[in-house]
């Protein structure tokens, strides 16, 4: 079992910064890939961006953010970060952190979301 906790949520106005961190127990998730979601009200959880936890390989972003949003990771600390910069009101969702093993396609674990809210 992978646990995750997200944090870092809050309110922000629109051309801020956030940065959102994501933080894994339970397992070694060296063959995992890490992603990143959000849902806005009355929509769909879409895909934010994703990243392999041991490094390599491509890190991802939908075309929605690129350019603004970054993705790393802390290995040492167990813990990935989702950067979020040039905000906008759109941006505004539950962000939830989510992993699952580098060969499969379904994402097995979910954090309980964070809220991100951006002021126009």
């Known amino acids: 079992q992978v646990q995750l906790v997200e944090s870092g949520g809050g309110l922000v106005q629109a051309g801020g910064s956030l940065r959102l961190s994501c933080t894994a127990s339970?397992?070694?998730?060296?063959?995992?890939?890490m992603g990143w979601f959000r849902q806005a009200p009355g929509k769909e959880r879409e895909f934010v961006g994703s990243?392999?936890?041991?490094?390599?390989?491509?890190?991802l972003y939908a075309s929605s953010v690129k350019g603004r949003f970054t993705i790393s990771r802390d290995n040492a600390k167990n813990t990935v970060y989702l950067q979020m910069s040039s905000l906008k009101p759109e941006d505004t969702a539950v962000y939830y952190c989510?992993?699952?093993?580098?060969?499969?396609?379904?994402?097995?674990?979910w954090g309980q979301g964070t809220q991100v809210t951006v002021s126009s």
């Open positions: 989510a992993a699952r093993a580098s060969e499969m396609t379904t994402w097995m674990y």
């Open positions: 990243i392999n936890w041991s490094g390599g390989g491509p890190t």
């Open positions: 339970g397992r070694t998730l060296s063959r995992y890939r």
